[in-house]
Each structure stands twice: as structure tokens, then as C-alpha cells.
């Protein structure tokens, strides 16, 4: 197993980004995850979906939506972890 992180950023009190990321071989399984790194105890601070688009024969983009469901801005980190390289 591959793991690392692919970007990070940060999403403003109350609303959601979208970021994404191409040119991933169509034959690998990834999994993704985001994790705040911003700490604040207490609750969650964010919800994130992944949606797919085969790019090509050979390659796939991932979309990656982030919202933060706070009223503070929160650092994330977007990380994968590749099952089968």
C-alpha cells in the first residue's frame, strides 16, 4: 500500500469547496480521506464525498467535495491511500 497526502487547504465557516485531482492509472484502487487539521475537539468539523470521472482509457480524475460544517474555518488534508501498487 501507497499513502500520502494530495493537497491541502482550507474551507471557509459553513460552506464547501471542490477540489480535484487527474491522471491517476485507471487500474490502481484508491481510497481517499479527508482530515481536519485544525483541532477543535467536541464535534465534526467536515463531510467529504468523492465522485469519479474516467478521464480516459488509462486514467481517472477525482473530484473531491469538502464541507466544513462549522462556524470556523478549518485546514484539511486530503490523503490517499492506493490498495493495489
Known amino acids: 500500500m501507497?499513502?500520502?497526502t494530495q493537497f491541502t487547504g482550507t474551507v471557509n465557516p459553513n460552506t464547501t469547496h471542490r477540489w480535484?485531482?487527474?491522471n491517476w492509472p485507471a487500474s490502481w484502487d484508491v481510497?481517499?480521506?479527508v482530515v481536519s487539521t485544525s483541532p477543535r475537539p467536541g464535534a465534526?468539523?467536515?463531510d467529504?464525498?468523492?465522485?469519479?470521472e474516467r478521464a480516459s482509457?488509462?486514467?481517472i480524475t477525482y473530484w473531491i467535495t469538502?464541507?466544513?460544517v462549522t462556524s470556523q474555518p478549518v485546514n484539511i488534508e486530503a490523503r490517499y491511500?492506493?490498495?493495489n501498487a
Open 2 to 4: 501507497i499513502v500520502g
Open 20 to 22: 480535484y485531482t487527474f
Open 31 to 33: 481510497v481517499w480521506t
Open 44 to 46: 465534526p468539523q467536515v
Open 48 to 52: 467529504w464525498d468523492v465522485a469519479v
Open 57 to 59: 482509457a488509462a486514467d
Open 66 to 68: 469538502i464541507r466544513n
Open 81 to 83: 491511500a492506493i490498495m
